[in-house]
């Protein structure tokens, strides 16, 4: 991948593409990225793991009370 503001760090540290974000948009952004061959830099202000939800997953434990209607009539 080429660049036109020119590489990122020194001989040591050369990334194509630097990735401001790692949740739900960001860290696939950057997988995708790196299976493609490019050298990928994701980095996120935050901690992990974090408090914060930011993914749309259900674990299997939770399944039942999903499709058991629980959630939708409001009990």
């Known amino acids: 991948m080429t660049s036109t503001a020119g590489s ?9 593409v630097i990735v401001v974000g790692a949740r ?4 696939p952004t950057a997988m995708l990225l ?4 490019h050298r990928v830099l994701l ?6 793991p974090s408090d914060t939800i930011s993914m749309h997953l259900i674990h ?6 999903w499709t058991g ?7």
Do not use: Y
């Open 8 to 16: 990122v760090g020194d001989a040591n540290h050369q990334h194509d």
């Open 43 to 48: 980095v996120d202000r935050a901690t992990f």
């Open 24 to 27: 739900c948009a960001g860290a």
């Open 34 to 37: 790196a299976r493609l061959g």
């Open 69 to 75: 209607g629980d959630c939708w009539s409001g009990s």
């Open 60 to 65: 299997p434990p939770d399944w039942p009370r």
